[in-house]
Nanobody, 124 residues
């Protein structure tokens, strides 16, 4: 299992943008060899899948709640996975987690390495 670290969370105004990042502890390039997903958990709600990117970045998938607004990408040179979030609204307020898995999936069960999360708050 990898130890993942999310960063870049913070406060953003409605309609604004934010990009969060995910890396493996100690910059392990092994992250490049896993599909990676972003999940989020809002207060009082279950954790939900947001997006997945394949090894190499050739395939991406999004939840309908974020498709067209969020973009997942990866930079294998820096072993970093990004989630760019645009046109954000209060419903996007959540703790955002990245996860590395063994299969390209939207199911939590396919991901065995998780970060601690980064808080994103959308508020004026």
């Amino acid at each position: 299992q990898l130890r993942l670290v999310e960063s870049g969370g913070g406060l953003v105004q409605p309609g604004g943008s934010l990009t969060i990042s995910c890396t493996a502890a100690f910059g392990h390039v092994v992250l490049n060899y896993h599909p990676v997903a972003w999940f989020r958990q809002a207060p009082g709600k279950e954790r939900e899948w947001i997006a997945t990117i394949s090894i190499g970045g050739g395939h991406t998938s999004y939840a309908t709640t974020v498709e067209g607004r969020f973009t997942i990408s990866r930079d294998d040179d820096s072993s970093t996975v990004y989630l760019q979030m645009n046109r954000m609204g209060p419903d996007d307020t959540a703790l955002y987690f990245c996860a590395a898995g063994t299969a390209y999936s939207f199911r939590e069960s396919q991901y065995d390495s998780w970060g601690q999360g980064t808080q994103v708050t959308v508020s004026s």
